[in-house]
């Protein structure tokens, strides 16, 4: 019961936080206060929000496997849409905005800068893995499926490319979340999760045996206690 009510108050905290930026976005064009770009704000806002939220997105799986915790995986398919749904507005604000609905002129863009191919390229791949996101599809596809969602690395990786193409000058921000998007792949290279895990009930272990009596959810739950 109190997984289901951390989940689900967790679930909140994610829906809030995630229409916040859209919120804010659609509060500022009737205020007036995006700027005396209103265009260039929607364009980055709904990118940066893509990109911090694909990172979340694959945050969920270390978290899992470094907690032990289960039920936070129920996280991870909100996350995603909610990246894919930004990614659909930032590219809608392109298409309708910059290249007011004109596809020759889209395609032209697509091909001439490359840091539009990649987003461009980034936008396909997450495409299809929205659309494959209910139990039906993964009953469908079975092990297509995990294949197809693996999209979500090179999604990302693009993203970040297309963020550092497009600042060209300050590229610190760009780099900072390149830098999180390693940390998280490399916590995917087989054995380092491992390792972490087992360095972490070692710890839990070693302070039980001291008479440390507190609780220690990252040590119960690499146990099995405390497994759903």
């Given at each position: ?172 921000l760009p780099v900072l979340l390149g830098a999180c998007l390693l940390v998280l792949l490399g916590l995917r290279v087989p054995g380092v999760t ?35």
């Amino acid at each position: 019961m109190t997984s289901k009510r951390t989940i689900v108050a967790l679930k909140v905290v994610l829906w809030l936080g995630a229409l916040a930026p859209g919120a804010w976005l659609v509060t500022g064009i009737f205020r007036g206060w995006l700027g005396a770009n209103p265009i260039e704000t929607l364009t980055h806002v709904t990118g940066m929000t893509t990109l911090v939220l694909l990172l979340l997105t694959l945050s969920v799986t270390p978290v899992r496997r470094l907690t032990g915790w289960n039920p936070v995986i129920r996280l991870r398919r909100p996350f995603g849409l909610f990246a894919f749904f930004y990614a659909l507005c930032h590219f809608s604000i392109w298409f309708v905005f910059d290249m007011v609905f004109n596809v020759g002129w889209m395609l032209q863009d697509i091909a001439e800068r490359p840091y539009i191919t990649v987003g461009m390229a980034a936008f396909l791949i997450l495409m299809p893995m929205a659309l494959t996101s209910t139990r039906g599809w993964i009953r469908r596809l079975g092990r297509k499926w995990s294949t197809l969602h693996k999209g979500i690395y090179v999604a990302a990786t693009l993203g970040v490319v297309h963020f550092y193409w497009l600042v060209k000058a300050d590229t610190r921000l760009p780099v900072l979340l390149g830098a999180c998007l390693l940390v998280l792949l490399g916590l995917r290279v087989p054995g380092v999760t491992g390792r972490l895990s087992r360095r972490q009930a070692t710890r839990g272990g070693s302070a039980a045996a001291a008479g440390d009596t507190r609780p220690r959810e990252g040590a119960a739950s690499l146990s099995g206690s405390s497994a759903p």
